[in-house]
């Protein structure tokens, strides 16, 4: 059975930092590329980070230098340091495992974590 554990979220200050993680069962996890999604209310998902099996990374713009994902495989865990929080960086924040050989896909989501950023 395939589970996807984050941990992490809570109400933060603006300008302070967090550290998420995501804890992986079930799948060989050094092969998937890791995500981190976050979905705030009435928008749509977004891609947040992304790191892939080889642990090149990708941002979404709106936290490029401000977030960073990392991966360790020997924990079966991703993470996502958040710094400078912001107020509009309130969201549930999804962990997510992506893996295709071929026309084989793999796809798997967490149950998500609420961050909240607020004075």
């Known amino acids: 059975q395939v589970q996807l554990v984050e941990s992490g979220g809570g109400l933060v200050q603006p300008e302070e930092s967090l550290r998420l993680s995501c804890l992986a069962s079930?799948?060989?996890?050094?092969?998937?590329?890791m995500n981190w999604y976050r979905q705030a209310a009435g928008m749509q998902r977004e891609l947040v980070a992304a790191?892939?099996?080889?642990?090149?990374?990708n941002y979404g713009d709106s936290v490029k230098g401000r977030f960073t994902i990392s991966r360790d495989n020997a924990k079966k865990t991703v993470y996502l340091q958040m710094t400078s929080l912001k107020p509009e960086d309130t969201a549930v924040y999804y962990c997510?495992?992506?893996?295709?050989?071929?026309?084989?896909?793999?796809?798997?989501w967490g149950q998500g974590t609420q961050v909240t950023v607020s004075s």
């Open positions: 790191i892939t099996s080889g642990g090149d990374t």
């Open positions: 997510n495992a992506k893996w295709q050989v071929g026309v084989k896909f793999n796809n798997y």
């Open positions: 079930g799948i060989a996890f050094s092969r998937y590329t």
